[in-house]
Nanobody, 120 residues
Framework: QVQLVESGGGLVQPGGSLRLSCAAS????????MSWYRQAPGNERELVAAITRAGGRTNYADSVKGRFTISRDNAKNTVYLQMNSLKPEDTAVYYC?????????????WGQGTQVTVSS
């Protein structure tokens, strides 16, 4: 079955770094655009970063531009989010998303999330 398993979250001090990973299985990873979303308590889920199937294009939320980098390894079926210069406002549960579309339907999968807490 389809699985997206995030890892790498944790507690980090402001200014620190974390690298999130999302391991995919149960579908053809290279056919899917991949994204990272986050949701803080009381807030809606928001897009953080996205990368196209072959990794040729990326886009980022304005709040993380210059600090976060999304990448993927299609040979390992894994997408990454390198987070540098972390701020307390980056605290949230981070979710991995896989999405693709055919003529007849859209496929949209989510991981279970990993907690990132930025605090001194």
């Amino acid at each position: 079955q389809v699985q997206l398993v995030e890892s790498g979250g944790g507690l980090v001090q402001p200014g620190g770094s974390l690298r999130l990973s999302c391991a995919a299985s149960g579908f053809t990873f290279s056919n899917y655009d991949m994204s990272w979303y986050r949701q803080a308590p009381g807030n809606e889920r928001e897009l953080v970063a996205a990368i196209t199937r072959a990794g040729g294009r990326t886009n980022y939320a304005d709040s993380v531009k210059g600090r976060f980098t999304i990448s993927r390894d299609n040979a390992k079926n894994t997408v990454y989010l390198q987070m540098n210069s972390l701020k307390p406002e980056d605290t949230a549960v981070y979710y991995c998303n896989a999405r693709t579309r055919t003529v007849t339907r859209e496929y949209d999968y989510w991981g279970q999330g990993t907690q990132v807490t930025v605090s001194s």
